[in-house]
């Protein structure tokens, strides 16, 4: 009886032992299984971050396929407009004859491109206009050949080059729904980041064009009339060169054809209301863009009542306390040099 007796403690004694050993054995199985879900998760999360990648590289290489699309559109565009208008202004292209019969076998204007297939912009392009000149009354000349326009430089006089274009425009009798697309491949520089910029439709209008060209360059209502109260004659300008600058600048300014005669008045009250007011009262105004005399008045009338009482808000008194300030400060050196002398 003894002896199974120790072996009964020896099998007590190695069970205990057998059971630490499976511990031992889950523990270090439990910690591979931890450090292959953290290695999972980290590559998980590669792949995730390489697939948004992806995406996003996919996204901007298609805004690069869509931007040149509309590019080559709307050069294919001009393209075809410059050969309606060569068919139109060559004077061997009669009606009827060999030479035309061939050229017009198939229609001039063309489908618009996916790209610019817009209903509203698609009548615009292919029902031309009638010239400028057409409504004043006037005869176009006839113009035999296409004119080669210059690319606008850097140097170049903005405003003039602008003008340059309508006048040859309206002198080709191109229709007013073309001068933008003809326009475009002409602008460089600053020009041509305005143009970009802008909305579809609205790059198609010439004057939105024209209007965010000239802000690009900032210049404004503000601007011309500068330069219409510049008493400055320009070096070889003769007295009709000088009239048509003051003319021209002074329809820029107030344009006339868009306003009435009430607003136009308006406009020049408020430039002489601002005239008679101190200088920093004249910028505070400016910076809200009163579009009236009367709603400058009242826009004044919040800034002195904001200000001390004392505070000169009109140019004639804010004038006098800078020279009376000069003379206190220039006042005690002259008494001085009276008494050393």
Same mark, same amino acid.
């Given at each position: 009886?003894?002896?199974k007796?120790?072996?009964?403690?020896?099998?007590?004694v190695?069970?205990?032992g057998?059971?630490?050993?499976?511990g031992?054995?889950?523990?270090v199985e439990?910690?591979s299984?931890t450090?292959?879900v953290? !290695?999972?998760e980290?590559r998980?999360?590669f792949r995730?971050?390489?697939?948004?990648?992806?995406?996003?590289d996919h996204r901007l290489?298609?805004?690069a396929?869509?931007?040149?699309?509309?590019?080559r559109?709307m050069q294919?565009q001009?393209?075809l407009?410059?050969q309606? /208008?060569?068919?139109?202004?060559?004077?061997?292209l009669?009606?009827?004859?060999d030479?035309?019969?061939?050229?017009?076998?198939q229609?001039?204007v063309q489908r618009?491109p996916?790209?610019l297939?817009?209903?509203?912009v698609?009548?615009?392009?292919e029902?031309?206009a009638?010239s400028p !000149?057409?409504?004043?009354?006037q005869?176009?000349?006839?113009?035999?050949r296409?004119?080669?326009?210059?690319?606008?430089?850097?140097?170049?006089?903005?405003e003039h080059?602008?003008a340059?274009?309508e006048?040859?425009?309206?002198?080709?009798r191109?229709?007013t729904?073309?001068?933008a697309?003809?326009?475009v491949?002409l602008?460089?520089?600053k020009?041509r980041?305005?143009?970009?910029y802008?909305?579809? /439709?609205?790059s198609?209008?010439?004057?939105?064009l024209?209007?965010?060209?000239?802000?690009k360059?900032?210049?404004?209502a503000?601007?011309?009339?500068l330069q219409?109260?510049?008493?400055?004659v320009?070096?070889n300008?003769?007295?009709?060169?000088?009239?048509a600058r003051?003319?021209?600048?002074y329809a820029?300014?107030v344009?006339?054809?868009?306003?009435?005669?009430?607003?136009i008045?308006?406009?020049v009250?408020l430039?002489?209301?601002?005239r008679?007011?101190?200088?920093?009262?004249?910028?505070?105004?400016?910076?809200?863009?009163p579009v009236s005399?009367?709603?400058?008045?009242?826009?004044?009338d919040?800034? /002195?009542?904001?200000?001390?009482?004392?505070?000169?808000?009109?140019?004639?008194?804010?004038?006098?306390s800078?020279?009376?300030?000069?003379?206190?400060?220039?006042?005690?050196t002259?008494v001085r040099a009276i008494?050393?002398?």
């Amino acid at each position: 009886m003894a002896p199974k007796k120790v072996r009964t403690d020896q099998a007590e004694v190695e069970e205990p032992g057998r059971a630490v050993g499976e511990g031992d054995v889950s523990e270090v199985e439990l910690g591979s299984v931890t450090e292959d879900v953290s !290695l999972a998760e980290l590559r998980d999360l590669f792949r995730s971050h390489f697939a948004q990648q992806q995406a996003r590289d996919h996204r901007l290489e298609q805004e690069a396929d869509r931007q040149d699309a509309r590019w080559r559109a709307m050069q294919h565009q001009f393209s075809l407009l410059q050969q309606e /208008v060569h068919v139109r202004t060559t004077p061997d292209l009669r009606p009827g004859s060999d030479i035309q019969t061939g050229l017009l076998s198939q229609p001039t204007v063309q489908r618009v491109p996916s790209v610019l297939r817009d209903t509203s912009v698609s009548r615009q392009m292919e029902s031309p206009a009638a010239s400028p !000149l057409e409504g004043q009354g006037q005869s176009p000349l006839r113009i035999e050949r296409e004119p080669h326009l210059q690319r606008l430089s850097e140097t170049d006089d903005v405003e003039h080059y602008l003008a340059t274009f309508e006048r040859i425009a309206m002198a080709c009798r191109w229709p007013t729904t073309d001068w933008a697309i003809r326009l475009v491949p002409l602008l460089s520089g600053k020009a041509r980041a305005a143009y970009v910029y802008m909305d579809m /439709v609205d790059s198609l209008d010439y004057d939105k064009l024209k209007a965010a060209i000239l802000a690009k360059y900032d210049i404004n209502a503000e601007t011309y009339r500068l330069q219409f109260r510049s008493t400055e004659v320009k070096e070889n300008e003769t007295p009709k060169e000088l009239y048509a600058r003051l003319k021209e600048n002074y329809a820029k300014w107030v344009q006339p054809q868009h306003h009435t005669k009430e607003e136009i008045g308006e406009t020049v009250i408020l430039e002489q209301f601002l005239r008679m007011l101190a200088p920093d009262l004249q910028v505070w105004i400016k910076e809200r863009g009163p579009v009236s005399a009367a709603e400058a008045a009242n826009l004044a009338d919040t800034f /002195v009542a904001a200000r001390r009482k004392t505070q000169p808000w009109t140019f004639k008194r804010w004038k006098g306390s800078k020279d009376s300030n000069k003379f206190q400060h220039s006042f005690p050196t002259t008494v001085r040099a009276i008494h050393e002398d």
